[in-house]
């Protein structure tokens, strides 16, 4: 059996942490700040983690050492 590459894209958007919780950065920062809200901007600020469910298809869909 061959090795299963890991998905290029999932590599560059998530990270495990040390408990294996899913870490994700949030979306929407990249430009446009002006319309933004100050809340929004302000709570998007730092990474969070992904819920159980979603974490669990990150896993095994596209993190394949995770």
Same mark, same amino acid.
């Given at each position: !059996?061959?090795?299963?590459k890991?998905k290029s +894209?999932? %590599? &560059?958007? @998530?990270?495990?942490t040390?408990? /294996?919780?899913?870490? !994700? =950065?949030?979306? /929407? %920062?990249?430009h446009g !700040? #002006?319309? *933004?809200? =100050? %809340?929004f #901007? $302000?709570n998007?600020r730092?990474a +969070?983690?992904l +819920? &159980?469910?979603d974490? $669990? #298809?990150v %896993? *095994? =869909? @596209?993190l *394949? =050492?995770g």
């Amino acid at each position: !059996m061959p090795k299963l590459k890991t998905k290029s +894209s999932a %590599k &560059k958007r @998530f990270r495990l942490t040390a408990t /294996g919780k899913v870490r !994700m =950065n949030h979306a /929407g %920062k990249r430009h446009g !700040m #002006i319309k *933004r809200t =100050n %809340k929004f #901007i $302000r709570n998007t600020r730092h990474a +969070s983690t992904l +819920s &159980k469910p979603d974490a $669990r #298809i990150v %896993k *095994r =869909n @596209f993190l *394949r =050492n995770g």
